[in-house]
C-alpha cells in the first residue's frame, strides 16, 4: 500500500485481516496530508446508488469504530442537512434523489423550514424552503480516525513504515511488482496506490496516465455562539459547515475547481480573502447566529479530482497494479467502507459489489479534461 492517510490505512488494516501479508509505506506521519485537512462530514446523501451504499456503510463502520475498529470513537453524530439549489427542488432531482437514497435504506426524509425548526432552531432555508435531512449523519475526528486505523492496521499485522516515500512502481513481465522507494525495493503480488495527489506521478512511470488534477479544499474556522447546530451541505450556498469542539464551526469550499495547483507537490497557501469574501456571507445567510463572527483560523489542503469527481476504484489493465485515488474530497467518509470492499476485491479476484466496477480507470476517456465535483 503506498499512502498512509484514511484510504490506504483502511485497504490495509482490512486486507491484512483477509489474511494477506501487507506493507504500508507513506514519508509523513499518517494522515498528515489531505486527511488532515478534510472537513470530516459523514454523511450519505449522494446522487448515485452505488456510491449511496458505499457511504452508508461507511456510516455504519463509524457508528461502531470502536467494535469494528477499535479505540476511541471519532464520530460525533450532529444530523445532516442537504440544502437544495432552487433549480434542483423546481426540476424535480432533489425528491427524486431522496427517493432514490431511501430506497437504498438511508434515513433520510425531506423536510421543510417548520420540520427543521423541530430539529435545529439556527438554520434559516427561507430562500429554498426544503432539506434532506439524515438523522444519523455527522463528523469524525481526523486524528482519532487515523490513529485508530493504523493501531488496528498494526495489530492484523501489517507492517506500517512512515518516513518511507515510493519514488516509482517496478514492472517486469508486463507486471507491476513492486515499488522502489528510498529505504530500497519492495515487492509484492500487487501494489494499491493510495497516494491522492501523488497518485498520477507514480503511476506515469509504468504508463499509465490518471486523470487526476490537484486541488486546492480550503477551510475556515469561526467561533460558534450556539451550543450545537447540524452539519450542512449548502448547495444553494456553495459551501458546507460542521460544528467543530469546543465552541466553533468549520466552513469549506464546496465548489472545488477554483483553484488548480500547478504540481501535486505544491503547498497550498491558506485561503485568501476573495475565498473568506464569498464563504462568509453564504455562512451567515444559512446561519444567522455566525454573523459578526471573526475568522480565528484558516487551512488549505489538497483534492485529487477526477473529472466525473468520482474514484479511481480497483484493477488497472496492468496487472499487479491497484487503484484507490481520485476521491475528489469524498474519501473521507467513505475510505474505511471502500477499504473493506477493495480489500476483499484483492482477494478474490471480483468486486464484492459489481457496481463498484464502475469506478475503474477505463469508464474515463483519455481526452476528458478538468475536474469537477457532484458533491
Given at each position: 500500500m503506498i499512502g498512509g492517510g484514511i484510504v490506504g490505512l483502511s485497504v490495509a488494516l482490512f486486507a491484512a485481516r483477509e489474511g494477506l501479508a501487507v506493507a504500508l509505506i507513506d514519508p509523513r506521519p499518517f494522515g498528515s496530508a489531505s486527511t488532515a485537512r478534510s472537513g470530516a462530514l459523514i454523511r450519505t446523501h449522494y446522487d448515485s446508488e452505488v456510491e449511496a451504499r458505499l457511504a452508508l456503510a461507511g456510516l455504519t463502520l463509524f457508528e461502531?469504530?470502536?467494535?469494528?475498529?477499535?479505540?476511541?470513537?471519532?464520530?460525533?453524530?450532529?444530523?445532516?442537512?442537504?440544502?437544495?439549489?432552487?433549480?434542483?427542488?423546481?426540476?424535480?432531482?432533489?425528491?427524486?434523489?431522496?427517493?432514490?437514497?431511501?430506497?437504498?435504506?438511508?434515513?433520510?426524509?425531506?423536510?421543510?423550514?417548520?420540520?427543521?425548526?423541530?430539529?435545529d432552531l439556527n438554520l434559516d432555508i427561507s430562500d429554498v424552503g426544503?432539506?434532506?435531512?439524515?438523522?444519523?449523519?455527522?463528523?469524525?475526528?481526523?486524528?482519532?480516525?487515523?490513529?485508530?486505523?493504523?493501531?488496528?492496521?498494526?495489530?492484523?499485522?501489517?507492517?506500517?513504515?512512515?518516513?518511507?516515500?515510493?519514488?516509482?512502481?517496478?514492472?517486469?513481465?508486463?507486471?507491476?511488482?513492486?515499488?522502489?522507494?528510498?529505504?530500497?525495493?519492495?515487492?509484492?503480488?500487487?501494489?494499491?496506490?493510495?497516494?491522492?495527489?501523488?497518485?498520477?506521478?507514480?503511476?506515469?512511470?509504468?504508463?499509465?496516465?490518471?486523470?487526476?488534477?490537484?486541488?486546492v479544499i480550503a477551510l475556515l474556522t469561526v467561533p460558534r455562539a450556539v451550543p450545537g447546530h447540524l452539519s450542512v451541505i449548502d448547495a444553494a450556498g456553495g459551501i458546507y459547515f460542521r460544528p467543530d469542539p469546543p465552541q466553533q464551526t468549520i466552513v469549506g469550499r464546496r465548489a472545488f475547481d477554483d483553484v488548480v495547483l500547478d504540481a501535486p507537490d505544491d503547498e497550498p497557501e491558506p485561503p485568501d480573502w476573495s475565498f473568506m469574501d464569498a464563504a462568509l456571507p453564504a455562512l451567515q445567510r444559512r446561519l444567522p447566529s455566525a454573523i459578526g463572527a471573526p475568522v480565528i483560523a484558516r487551512r488549505a489542503g489538497q483534492l485529487d479530482m477526477t473529472p466525473d469527481g468520482r474514484p479511481l476504484l480497483g484493477p488497472t489493465a496492468l496487472p499487479g497494479l491497484w487503484l484507490s485515488c481520485g476521491w475528489s474530497g469524498t474519501g473521507f467518509k467513505t475510505g474505511p467502507s471502500a477499504g473493506q470492499q477493495l480489500a476483499r476485491w484483492l482477494v478474490t479476484g471480483s468486486a464484492p459489489d459489481r457496481d463498484l466496477e464502475a469506478f475503474c480507470i477505463e469508464r474515463v476517456p483519455e481526452p476528458a479534461r478538468g475536474p469537477r465535483s457532484p458533491h
Open positions: 461502531s469504530f470502536s467494535e469494528l475498529i477499535g479505540g476511541e470513537s471519532p464520530f460525533t453524530p450532529t444530523g445532516f442537512a442537504y440544502v437544495p439549489t432552487v433549480e434542483e427542488v423546481v426540476d424535480g432531482r432533489f425528491r427524486a434523489r431522496v427517493a432514490m437514497l431511501a430506497g437504498c435504506g438511508i434515513d433520510t426524509e425531506i423536510l421543510d423550514a417548520a420540520g427543521l425548526s423541530e430539529i426544503v432539506v434532506a435531512y439524515e438523522p444519523r449523519s455527522g463528523f469524525a475526528d481526523p486524528a482519532l480516525t487515523t490513529a485508530g486505523l493504523a493501531a488496528a492496521a498494526r495489530r492484523a499485522g501489517t507492517q506500517l513504515r512512515l518516513g518511507v516515500a515510493a519514488t516509482g512502481l517496478i514492472e517486469s513481465g508486463g507486471r507491476v511488482i513492486g515499488a522502489d522507494t528510498t529505504a530500497g525495493p519492495v515487492f509484492a503480488g500487487a501494489v494499491c496506490v493510495c497516494a491522492g495527489v501523488r497518485s498520477r506521478a507514480l503511476c506515469a512511470g509504468v504508463g499509465l496516465d490518471l486523470p487526476l488534477t490537484p486541488t
